[in-house]
């Protein structure tokens, strides 16, 4: 359970840590970021930084169910 709990944790921060900032910061919902390539790849680039934190951390994190 707790691999589990960990791949969720990891899987809603790898979400909210781009888009919260960004969309709060340019007053925009998730749509109209990604509607913006150089917004969509901001939150691309900080997606992958995550990810690979969070396969550093814990290497089944990026493992498929």
Do not use: H, Y
Not at 20 to 48: F, H, I, S, Y
Request: charged share 20%; proline share 5%; glycine share 8%.
């Amino acid at each position: 359970a707790e691999d589990d709990l960990a791949r969720v944790l990891w899987t809603k921060l790898l979400w909210n840590a781009p888009f919260n900032g960004v969309c709060a910061l340019t007053r925009k919902n998730a749509g109209d970021v990604l509607a913006v390539p150089a917004l969509e790849a901001l939150l691309k680039g900080a997606m992958l930084e995550i990810g690979c934190a969070s396969f550093s951390r814990n290497p089944r994190c990026g493992q498929q169910k």
